[in-house]
């Protein structure tokens, strides 16, 4: 049996017991529940074409708006580790009034980091680790967000798992910087090349670089860009 379907049933026995829930935000020296929309249960969203894919499935309400200075970093933290291979990004959403209030509706959302592949041997950056933080930009405008987390288990070819979380923020001394936005649902496709690869037979040699055709033995040697828009940095 080759390695590489080894790797693939190991993924798949492993799934049902490695799901996880991104439970906590970090920001400086507090790490608090409370501004998260907490998920109802750790099971991945799997219709990214649904408005689950904003918040997760009908979240538990934040207590808090947690305040958080433009330039300075923010986390979040799992109840688990990354079991699952997969990229994984986090993104702001612009609320249109409080962050309390918006269901995450509307072209308000703007990536600000990403976790990619490497390569020799192949995995995704973000694996077996438990926390991820960004630093908000400095040119943010100023106002209160939703700072969404998502990573993608690709460990099942073709039925992408969807680990989202989100807190509520409340950005402080903030810039004018205008970024670009899209909608969610609406801002990767589910049939996008870096949802669908197979990352097990053929192991990819590239996950950056997206040329959207055919995925076969040899397209995969070209590769797939971490699905969304581009990161935003201010």
């Known amino acids: ?22 439970h906590s935000l970090v ?8 501004p998260i929309r907490q998920p ?4 991945p ?14 979240p538990s309400p934040a207590t808090a708006t947690v ?8 986390g ?10 997969g990229p994984a990004a986090i993104y702001l959403g612009k609320a249109p009034g409080t962050a309390a209030s918006w269901d995450g509706s509307g072209a308000n959302w703007f990536k600000i980091a990403e976790w990619g592949a490497t390569f020799n041997p192949f995995g995704f950056t973000d694996f077996n680790l438990s926390y991820l933080e960004t630093t908000i930009p400095a040119a943010t405008p100023s106002g209160e967000y939703l700072l969404r987390i998502e990573q993608t288990g690709l460990h099942v070819a073709g039925a992408p798992q969807f680990y989202i979380s989100c807190a509520q923020i409340s950005i402080t ?14 801002y990767v496709s589910a049939s996008d090349p870096g949802l669908t690869v197979n990352i097990y037979d053929p192991v990819p040699t590239a996950y950056k670089v997206c040329n959207v055709v ?9 590769g797939c860009q971490v699905p969304g828009p581009a990161v935003w940095r201010g």
């Not at 979040?76 to 291979?85: E, I, V």
């Open 1 to 22: 049996m080759k390695f590489s379907t080894v790797l693939g049933l190991a993924a798949l026995a492993h799934s049902a017991s490695a799901h996880y829930i991104w």
């Open 27 to 34: 920001t400086g020296s507090i790490e608090s529940t409370a």
């Open 40 to 43: 109802i249960n750790n099971s």
């Open 45 to 58: 969203v799997t219709d990214i074409t649904s408005s689950d894919a904003r918040c997760n499935v009908s």
């Open 67 to 74: 305040s958080v200075a433009a330039g300075s970093t923010v």
């Open 76 to 85: 979040f933290r799992l109840d688990n580790t990354l079991y699952h291979q």
């Open 173 to 186: 001394g903030g810039g004018s910087g205008s970024p670009s936005k899209v909608s969610i649902p609406g």
């Open 214 to 222: 055919a995925l076969t033995k040899v397209v995969l040697t070209v």
